[in-house]
């Protein structure tokens, strides 16, 4: 069932999500910059998990096309909201032309939701596991295109995280290859939840050079380009280490509501 919300979004809250979607712009354009790039080069996913339905749809009206939630009943939910939202103006106006609107999942995905979420998400972060791929590429039978995903990488191998051990990947993405119902589109990471932006730098590093890796030996297909680097926290640095995508969340919505830990922020 879609979500159902009453309006909060008042003119100063408007405003002031206005000036911090603006700001990360920014932000995003001058690393992009520092490394020889456009910022078009660079796509924001802002991760509206802790924001409101209102802040969505402000979100959208000033031209923000990648969304994200790290839980598939929210994503479900938000999805048909908004679909129901952008569908309107199409009703009154045939001629009219809805926003693109592209949701992500972000959060770590159970196999018993795979359905579900690839019935909402464009793009499915995180596949952790060979057992989930399976499970996606049974899923994804019923889809007229193969459904696209980025391969999580566990850098630095911290047992409190999910994701592949950086010598595995290759073999994944091999296995993943025999699976016509998926198509990887590159590699994700997160940042050390210690050692500041120093112990990100290194991460970052590293995982570019193991998408480079993969990406001159194939293994990723035609398609492998995204590399999905950084946080609210740490997004410049992960641009500036090769990131083609960063996942930003309270720096755009606003401190978080809930206490809550997923692959963004």
């Known amino acids: 069932m879609p979500e159902t919300t ?37 796509i924001l ?24 939630e790290n839980r ?13 939202w952008l569908g309107r103006p199409r009703e009154m106006d045939p001629k009219a032309v809805a926003p693109i609107v592209r949701w992500h999942m972000v959060g ?3 196999r018993n939701k795979v359905r579900k979420c690839m019935d909402v998400a464009r793009l499915v972060h995180g596949m952790d596991s060979l057992r989930l791929a399976e ?25 409190n995280k999910g994701g592949i051990a950086s010598p595995a ?7 993943i290859g025999t699976m016509p119902n998926l198509k990887v589109r590159g590699l994700m990471c997160m940042a050390p939840l210690q050692g500041g ?3 990100a730098r290194s991460t970052f590093e590293r995982c570019r050079e193991l998408f480079d890796d993969c990406y001159r030996a194939g293994a990723g297909g035609d398609r ?28 755009v919505i606003g401190p978080p509501q809930v206490d809550e830990s997923s692959n963004e922020g």
Not at 72 to 84: F, K, N, Y
Not at 169 to 175: G, R, S, T
């Open 135 to 159: 499970e996606m590429q049974a899923a994804a039978l019923r889809r007229a295109t193969p459904m696209e995903i980025l391969v999580e990488v566990n850098v630095t191998g911290e047992t």
């Open 224 to 251: 492998f380009d995204i590399l999905s680097m950084g946080m609210s926290n740490d997004f410049e640095v992960a641009i500036e280490c090769g990131a083609n995508m960063v996942r930003v969340g309270t720096a």
């Open 6 to 42: 009453t309006p909060t979004l008042d003119a100063a809250s408007a405003s002031a999500l206005r000036d911090r979607w603006t700001d990360v712009r920014n932000r995003v354009q001058d690393a992009a910059k520092r490394t020889g790039r456009k910022s078009s080069e660079v």
């Open 45 to 68: 996913v802002v991760v509206t998990k802790s924001g409101s339905i209102d802040q969505i749809r402000e979100l959208i009206n000033l031209g923000q096309v990648d969304l994200a």
């Open 197 to 199: 932006l120093d112990a």
């Open 169 to 175: 990947v290759k073999h994944m993405l091999d296995q």
């Open 72 to 84: 598939v009943q929210q994503l479900a939910q938000r999805s048909a909201t908004i679909g129901e």
């Open 108 to 110: 770590s995905l159970q």
